[in-house]
């Protein structure tokens, strides 16, 4: 049975906007998304907003709803009361380019910056076989479909524009720690993700996992593993002595 919402939407530029309130329908076992698509059809057609495949998978509809960030196209307008108000506002972290859409473009420079995947130079195809056991902990890294909420979420950069530079974020510290996991890979990345990706940076408070659309364990499966990674490097006695060793 259809309702009428209350919707606040922040509608602007770079140059600065506000909220403004709208009233539209809503019909059952809508989303969010759902309700934005209304709104341009039907009071406000220069509304801009990113979107793709309204399924979950290419993570292209990302925002902030009642100050969580979201999928716009995996909220279910039934998670609110009919008389609430629902707030959607673009992602607070990266800049505003109009309306809802953001320049998710600091992600993409990340992205470069890390070596890719480097088998042996002598490896030929047929040559190696991973273990099932291999497979299926790099594989709940891959589920990732980019939508960068857990960058956007991630404090160390949510609130200080300053980090931004020094530190990657949750999504590409995850992509390092699947390529340090992979039993192919001949690279060694653990240097680059202390001091050059800011893992130090990270304090653990699952914030990323919390926002993940895909329920990838960020914090426990990929990155406390990295930085026990390089803890072992850097302060285990024996790793060190090793390390002197094996440079003579």
């Not at 030929?124 to 056991?133: A, L």
């Amino acid at each position: 049975m259809g309702y009428d919402a209350e919707f606040r939407v922040w509608r602007g530029d770079q140059d600065g906007g506000a909220l403004e309130d709208f009233t539209v329908e809503v019909n059952e076992g809508e989303v969010v998304l759902d309700i934005i698509h209304r709104l341009q059809a039907t009071q406000a057609p220069d509304l801009a907003v990113r979107w793709n495949c309204k399924a979950g998978k290419c993570g292209s509809c990302s925002a902030e709803v009642n100050g969580r960030p979201r999928l716009l196209c995996m909220t279910r307008m039934s998670t609110f009361r009919p008389d609430e108000v629902v707030t959607v506002t673009p992602m607070r972290t990266f800049p505003v380019i109009r309306d809802l859409v953001t320049d998710v473009s600091f992600n993409y420079e990340k992205a470069r910056q890390i070596p890719s995947f480097t088998p042996p130079a002598d490896l030929k195809p047929g040559d190696y076989r991973m273990r099932q056991v291999d497979v299926e902990r790099s594989q709940e890294f891959r589920k990732c479909i980019e939508c960068f909420l857990c960058q956007n979420t991630c404090h160390v950069v949510r609130d200080h524009e300053e980090n931004k530079e020094a530190f990657a974020g949750p999504r590409f510290l995850m992509r390092i720690a699947e390529l340090e996991m992979h039993p192919l890979d001949t690279a060694d990345r653990r240097e680059l993700a202390q001091d050059e990706q800011g893992l130090g940076f990270c304090n653990i408070t699952k914030c990323c996992t919390e926002v993940c659309p895909e329920h990838i364990k960020i914090t426990d499966n990929a990155l406390i593993p990295l930085k026990e990674r390089v803890a072992d490097r850097k302060y285990d006695p024996l790793v060190w002595l090793g390390n002197k060793l094996f440079r003579r």
